[in-house]
């Protein structure tokens, strides 16, 4: 399938959270907008971030997350949620992590995109919703979403949807990535493969190239040490 339908756009600014008894600011709370908004190189207008090290920038303007995990979510917290509920930019029908690359390329209204990395997944999830386990949830199940970065500035809106352009060539997909992320974490040949994509991001390159480092470093201290 070469569409995906867009639920819903979601933007917001930075509120303040209680977590752990301490105030942070996070721009998790987002609100559905229908009207057409500017996408730039670093967000989409009337979006905000707190945490600018963590969170938004060029590898990461627009965070999509499937519709198709709700149901997994509401289960486990046993509650109804809404469009936007995990943060996410963009809420979409009709793909998963499974089903795109890193690197694949879309047409977004005026704007041309590209997927740069899975989402992380922070604390921030915990706070809002009281439930410390559901960053290591996310990690476990594979549904994290993911970021896009903005090739080609310009407006977008819901009815848009998501249009794949190119796909990469490599076709390392969110699913893999993940697992090689969280799960399988000294897979040295996975971690290479994933290193190919020109596209990824660079916080993803460079925690990977730093693990593959140790990897490297490890085998060759226990190879020496046969002899």
């Not at 979601?10 to 229908?34: A, E, H, R």
């Not at 969170?55 to 303007?61: E, F, N, Q």
């Not at 694949?104 to 439930?131: H, W």
């Not at 796909?167 to 493969?193: C, V, W, Y």
Request: hydrophobic letters at 35%; aromatic letters at 10%; glycine letters at 8%.
């Amino acid at each position: 399938m070469n569409n995906s339908n867009i639920l819903s756009i979601n933007v917001g600014t930075p509120q303040q959270l209680q977590y752990n008894n301490k105030q942070v600011m996070s721009g998790i709370y987002k609100m559905q907008v229908d009207e057409p908004l500017f996408l730039s190189f670093l967000n989409l207008e009337g979006d905000e971030q707190a945490d600018l090290k963590h969170h938004g920038g060029k590898d990461k303007a627009i965070c999509v997350y499937a519709h198709e995990h709700y149901p997994y979510w509401e289960n486990l917290l046993g509650r109804t949620l809404g469009l936007g509920a995990f943060g996410e930019n963009l809420t979409i029908q009709g793909w998963i992590e499974k089903d795109l690359c890193i690197g694949d390329v879309f047409k977004f209204g005026e704007a041309t995109v590209q997927i740069s990395q899975p989402r992380q997944p922070c604390y921030k999830l915990s706070a809002r919703y009281n439930a410390p386990d559901i960053p290591v949830k996310m990690q476990e199940s594979g549904n994290t979403g993911f970021y896009l970065r903005v090739l080609q500035e310009g407006y977008v809106k819901r009815q848009d949807g998501l249009t794949l352009l190119t796909p990469h060539p490599k076709g390392i997909t969110l699913a893999f990535a993940n697992q090689i992320m969280h799960l399988d974490k000294e897979n040295s040949e996975g971690i290479k493969r994933i290193l190919e994509v020109d596209a990824l991001s660079s916080s993803w390159r460079a925690t990977f190239e730093k693990r593959l480092n140790g990897l490297e470093t490890d085998t060759s201290e226990r190879l020496r040490g046969q002899f």
